[in-house]
């Protein structure tokens, strides 16, 4: 069974920057049953958008076209903890910020199996 957890969320003025963590439980990232670990985020009232994703074989990285250059994806497999290092942030980034894998990647939350709780990341003007 994949367990997810977050943790990092804050609150940062904007230009500031925040690492989130993901901690899996043990061989998530050498499991067959996960192809991809992802970030979204979600604010009230919208669908859920994913933010940037990490392919299990390869290490190949997506990101969302509003983040890149900003933020970064990495993978620890020593630690079972992926990272989302986010610099420049922008007021706009806040949100609920989830991680999830699933066996392949996709853009679609609906894909994902497996969720963590979330954590709140919040950027004053």
């Known amino acids: 069974q994949v367990h997810l957890a977050e943790s990092g969320g804050g609150l940062v003025q904007a230009g500031g920057s925040l690492t989130l963590s993901c901690a899996a439980s043990?061989?998530?990232?050498?499991?067959?049953?996960?192809?991809?670990v992802a970030w979204f985020r979600q604010v009230p009232g919208k669908d859920r958008e994913v933010v940037a994703a990490?392919?299990?074989?390869?290490?190949?990285?997506t990101y969302a076209d509003f983040v890149k250059g900003r933020f970064t994806i990495l993978k620890d497999i020593a630690k079972n903890t992926v990272y989302l290092q986010m610099n420049s942030l922008k007021p706009e980034d806040t949100a609920v910020y989830y991680c999830?894998?699933?066996?392949?990647?996709?853009?679609?939350?609906?894909?994902?199996?497996?969720w963590g709780q979330g954590t709140q990341v919040t950027v004053s003007s």
């Open positions: 043990k061989r998530t990232f050498t499991s067959a049953a996960v192809g991809a």
């Open positions: 990490v392919t299990r074989s390869g290490g190949g990285t």
């Open positions: 999830a894998a699933g066996s392949h990647y996709s853009s679609s939350p609906r894909d994902f199996d497996y």
